[in-house]
């Protein structure tokens, strides 16, 4: 199985960005998943959950800010970022837990 991350980039603070994670040969449907991040010298921290049937879960940190959401029938998952800070500047990974299926990461600078 694979997930494979788009949508990083640069913004400034108060910006906004959406990622993707496309998932195959992953049993997307039956998988709750998660968003984590990982900054220069920090431990990957998780940010978000999402089950199968769509419940979300957020870190302190983001709540309010962000959304997870996901597609079972195109395999998708998203996280909407809203109201960046320089203080989520990270490389971001979706997580599959079914199989313990990490994506590649992509990164989120946010500076001005």
């Known amino acids: 199985g694979q997930l494979v991350e788009s949508g990083g980039g640069w913004v400034q603070p108060g910006g906004s960005l959406r990622l993707s994670c496309e998932a195959s040969g992953v049993m997307f449907s039956s998988s709750a998943m998660g968003w984590y991040r990982q900054a220069p010298g920090n431990e990957r921290e998780l940010i978000a959950q999402?089950?199968?049937?769509?419940?979300?879960l957020y870190a302190d940190s983001v709540e309010g800010r962000f959304t997870a959401s996901r597609d079972n029938a195109k395999n998708m998952l998203y996280l909407q970022m809203d109201d960046l800070k320089p203080e989520d500047t990270a490389v971001y990974y979706c997580?599959?837990?079914?199989?313990?299926?990490w994506g590649q990461g992509t990164q989120v600078t946010v500076s001005s």
């Open positions: 997580k599959a837990y079914f199989g313990q299926i």
């Open positions: 999402i089950t199968t049937d769509g419940i979300t």
